[in-house]
């Protein structure tokens, strides 16, 4: 996870935190100075993404955890 951030180049990423539950993964970053907070959850299509900011929610989602990189560069 944290080389997926790492390979960010045009995004400051600063204090990672990833967790993981038997439910999925939970990521709590700072993204352009912007905290927020990132659930994956696996299911049968791949992963549904659930994305907090600034109290706003929002779901997508994805084929592969690779996919993730693609979905914050157009976020952020």
Avoid at 47 to 68: A, G, H, K, M, V
């Amino acid at each position: 996870m944290r080389n997926i951030f790492n390979d960010l180049s045009d995004i400051d990423v600063e204090g990672l935190l990833v967790d993981t539950a038997d439910w999925g993964i939970n990521i709590r970053v700072t993204l352009n100075k912007k905290f927020c907070e990132i659930d994956l959850i696996q299911n049968w299509d791949g992963y549904e993404l659930i994305f907090y900011d600034d109290q706003q929610r929002s779901s997508l989602q994805i084929d592969d955890i690779s996919d993730l990189p693609r979905f914050i560069a157009d976020n952020f």
